[in-house]
Structure formats: structure tokens, C-alpha cells
């Protein structure tokens, strides 16, 4: 078991209609409780493998010495720019890579890194992408606002790429259902995806807010006046598809376990079941190995005072896990 070290001094999903004015606010989640987590001393090597607003990626810069090095790893580059900016006053030497984290072995290794001694996953989407700005600038995220249908985290787009307006429009109508439910776990999944093929037959869907209104038409009155938009889990499930993020975060978190040295820590923060299930069995998986110690058998939650402050940490969870 690692013992505390000597810190510096210094120190569902989210839902894209919480913030429904279109201003972003990014707060970073689950703070405090990363930092004293992840224990991290002056002259580690850390890896924020979702640098989003760079908020958490500031706190842990704060962490380090000189002799320190933080290395972010983002694929919107936009977010790139928005962590320099964040980080040029901080003390370790800093890297920032444009690239999905599940090369994150081959981009460390670039780097002449071998070991790290923490590394952070934040499973959430940043207020920047929620909170695109101008109508038709975004990237399809919220089905609040008529944008184009994306998707993608990546703002490089080719003939080649998958977004979400080729899965609505060229998908046979059983493999957009079969999404819908294992990746959205949405329970009208079959009617919502007969209804996509039947409006496309009339017209391509574009953008999300005319797939949102074809979600909001294929389901039963009830479901429209539940707790939660009804587009959310369809929303959840293609961008899930779009990004193949449940491949991406097995391999980059087994790409990070490769990395990280004896004692040290990785930390996640997932915000829906189905990543939480998969990050719990790889946890529970290495600790039955005799490889790491689950440092929370439980995983932590918001606190009542964050959730006052930012309602988009609702349903997060954080687990950590320590390598022997």
C-alpha cells in the first residue's frame, strides 16, 4: 500500500439542458477529493488524459515542483489551447498532445516517458462542448439547439469519419436500435429507431434538434414528461458509438496501467453506468491479480455542497485504484 507522501503547498451523464442559456461555466468535478486521491508529490510525472476545461489539470500542475512534469492529453484542439492558456503560469514542465488517449502508451513513449505515478480519467463532457456558443457552430452534442449532427470530439473531420448523422442516415434500422439499447440502455429504443428510418426516407437528418424531435415524437407521452429529456439516452448512445469510447477508455486505461509505476495511482470519474461497470471490473480485476488495491471499495460521490454549486456532478462517481 502507498503511504501519503509530502504534497506542495499550493494548491449522466452530464445533461446538455442544464445550462439551457448557452453559457459555460466548466467546473471542474469531484475537485478536492482528486487531488487528495491521486497524493501526488512535487516530482511526479502526471498524466490528465482529459484535459476538457483544464481545471483538473491546473490543481494537479499546482502539485508539482520544477522538477515535475504534467502531460495532458486532449483530441479537441481547441481544448489544447484552452489548457496552455490554463497552465502557463504553473512550475513543472509541461506537454500537451493532440490525441485520443487510448494512444497513450505510443504518445508517452514519443516523449521518452516510461513510468508515470498518476494518471486522471474524466469521463465528462466539458461545459465548452455542452455550451457551443453560436447556433450551428457546435458539434451536436445538445438537442437543445440546432446544430450539426456530429458528434465527434475531434474537430478534423474526413470523407472517412463516423458521426452521428451517418449512423442515423446509413444504419440499418436493427443496428441503430441495437446502439440505442446497449450504449444508451434507452428502453424505446426500437420504436425511436423506426421512427429515424422512417423520416429519413423522407428527408436526411441533419441536425440534433431535428433528431431530438423525432425522439420527442416516437415515444409515449408519459416518457416526454419524465425526469429527464427524452433524447438523452439516444443522444448518450450515439455519441458513445461515434467515438467508440467504451474501446477507448479499456485500451487507454490498460495502456496507463502499463505506464504507471509501482505505488502509483489512477483515478476516474465516469458519469453513467455503463462506463462505471466497465472501470469496476478492470479494477476488480487487477486487484484479484494481487497487481493494485482499490483505494474505495465504494466508489465517492459529489457532495451535497458541490451539487448546490454545480448540478452537472449529479450522477458522478470516482474510483481509484493503487498499482502494487
Not at 198 to 208: D, L, M
Not at 310 to 323: D, F, M, Q, T
Amino acid at each position: 500500500m502507498r503511504t501519503r507522501r509530502s504534497q506542495s503547498s499550493s494548491d449522466p451523464v452530464p445533461s446538455p439542458f442544464d445550462n439551457p442559456r448557452g453559457e459555460s461555466r466548466h467546473q471542474p468535478v469531484l475537485l478536492h477529493e482528486i487531488v487528495e486521491s491521486l497524493s501526488i508529490a512535487p516530482d511526479d510525472i502526471v498524466v490528465d488524459a482529459t484535459l476538457g476545461g483544464a481545471g483538473h489539470a491546473k490543481s494537479l500542475a499546482d502539485r508539482l515542483g520544477k522538477k515535475g512534469m504534467l502531460i495532458g492529453f486532449d483530441l479537441d484542439p481547441e481544448a489544447i489551447v484552452r489548457a496552455r492558456r490554463m497552465l502557463s503560469t504553473v512550475k513543472p514542465k509541461i506537454h500537451l498532445v493532440e490525441a485520443n488517449f487510448r494512444h497513450l502508451q505510443t504518445e508517452l513513449a514519443k516523449l521518452g516517458v516510461k513510468n508515470v505515478r498518476a494518471v486522471l480519467f474524466d469521463l465528462g463532457w466539458s461545459a465548452y462542448q455542452l455550451d457551443s456558443g453560436l447556433p450551428g457552430q457546435g458539434r451536436g452534442f445538445s438537442f437543445l439547439r440546432d446544430e450539426p449532427l456530429l458528434m465527434t470530439y475531434g474537430t478534423r473531420l474526413d470523407p472517412d469519419t463516423l458521426t452521428a448523422q451517418k449512423i442515423v442516415n446509413e444504419w440499418r434500422e436493427e443496428s441503430i436500435a441495437d446502439v440505442l439499447w446497449g450504449w444508451g440502455e434507452e428502453r424505446y429504443s426500437r420504436r425511436i429507431a423506426r421512427a429515424i428510418v422512417a423520416e429519413r426516407q423522407r428527408k436526411p437528418i441533419t441536425s440534433s434538434l431535428q433528431l431530438a424531435e423525432i425522439i420527442a415524437k416516437a415515444v409515449p407521452n408519459a416518457y416526454r414528461r419524465g425526469r429527464i429529456n427524452p433524447a438523452t439516452r439516444t443522444f448518450q448512445a450515439l455519441r458513445i458509438a461515434v467515438n467508440d469510447e467504451l474501446g477507448a477508455l479499456s485500451e487507454g486505461l490498460k495502456a496507463a496501467w502499463q505506464m504507471l509505476s509501482p505505488g502509483g495511482r489512477i483515478a476516474v470519474i465516469s458519469f453513467h453506468s455503463i462506463e462505471d461497470r466497465l472501470v469496476k471490473h478492470m479494477f476488480a480485476d487487477w486487484e484479484k491479480a494481487n497487481e493494485g488495491l482499490r483505494i474505495y471499495k465504494k466508489p465517492l460521490s459529489p457532495t451535497k455542497e458541490e451539487l448546490d454549486k454545480n448540478p452537472r456532478a449529479r450522477s458522478a462517481k470516482l474510483r481509484v485504484i493503487e498499482k502494487s
